[in-house]
């Protein structure tokens, strides 16, 4: 059974730092992981998809990458800002499964001005 | 292009009572998946449709059904509610639902009394 763990569960940052936030999954059988943010009380908004046979994907000052054999995904975030606080999500799909999305539990991004 | 519409946003209900939410997926999207989240469990998912047919289901009662119509607009129902059916409630589309991008909602937050 696919699980998906994040670490850290929290995050406190000062404003312009580099920031990693990472991902594991427990079964390397995945068809693609995505990123997402979640605002509070809002939906998923979505950052970045990779699909299994990539290693990385950027876009503007994020950047994530998938090492598919290690179980792990990464993402990073360039010159952290206030407006970056959030809850950041993983989730991955699986072969067979079609559009269900096995998700994280997250990690709570707080970005002091 | 709009995104994913979802109504009602919020719902009070009491229990034994049933309600029933509505998906509005992206144009062109043929996949519109389900998720329950919950503080203590997190984003779990419900079930799939594509082209009118439930194409995968979560470990979920049967008190909690969908359907989609001929226009890729979903709905989900819950009958008979419980306190613990207290969540917000997301709905993800997608083109194909197999390696392809989801996007979300707003989500449905449903208050049980």
């Known amino acids: 059974k696919q699980e998906v763990t994040q670490i850290p569960a929290a995050l406190s940052v000062p404003e312009g730092e580099n920031l990693v936030l990472n991902c594991s999954f427990t079964?390397?059988?995945?068809?693609?992981l995505q990123w997402f943010r979640q605002d509070p009380g809002k939906g998923l908004t979505s950052l970045l998809l990779?699909?299994?046979?990539?290693r990385e994907q950027t876009s503007g000052r994020l950047n994530a990458s998938l090492d598919k054999s290690s179980g792990r995904s990464t993402l990073y975030i360039a010159a952290s800002q206030p407006g970056d606080s959030a809850t950041y999500l993983c989730?991955?799909?699986?072969?067979?499964?079609?559009?269900?999305?096995?998700f994280g539990q997250g990690t709570e991004l707080s970005v002091k001005p | 292009k709009a995104g994913v519409t979802q109504t009602p946003r919020y719902l009070i209900k009491t229990r034994g009572q049933q309600v029933t939410l509505s998906c509005s997926p992206i144009?062109?999207?043929?996949?519109v998946s389900w998720y329950q989240q919950t503080p203590g469990q997190g984003l779990q998912f419900l079930f799939e449709?594509?082209?009118?047919?439930?194409?995968n289901k979560g470990n979920f009662p049967g008190r909690f059904s969908g359907r989609q119509f001929s226009n890729s607009r979903s709905e989900m129902n819950v009958s008979t509610l419980e306190l613990g059916d207290s969540a917000l409630y997301l709905c993800?589309?997608?083109?194909?639902?197999?390696?392809?991008?989801?996007?979300f909602g707003q989500g449905t937050r449903l208050t049980v009394v």
């Open positions: 449709y594509f082209s009118e047919t439930q194409r």
């Open positions: 990779i699909q299994s046979s990539q």
């Open positions: 079964d390397s059988a995945i068809y693609n």
């Open positions: 144009s062109g999207h043929r996949s």
């Open positions: 993800a589309s997608s083109l194909s639902g197999l390696a392809t991008e989801a996007f």
């Open positions: 989730a991955v799909s699986q072969y067979n499964q079609g559009g269900k999305l096995i």
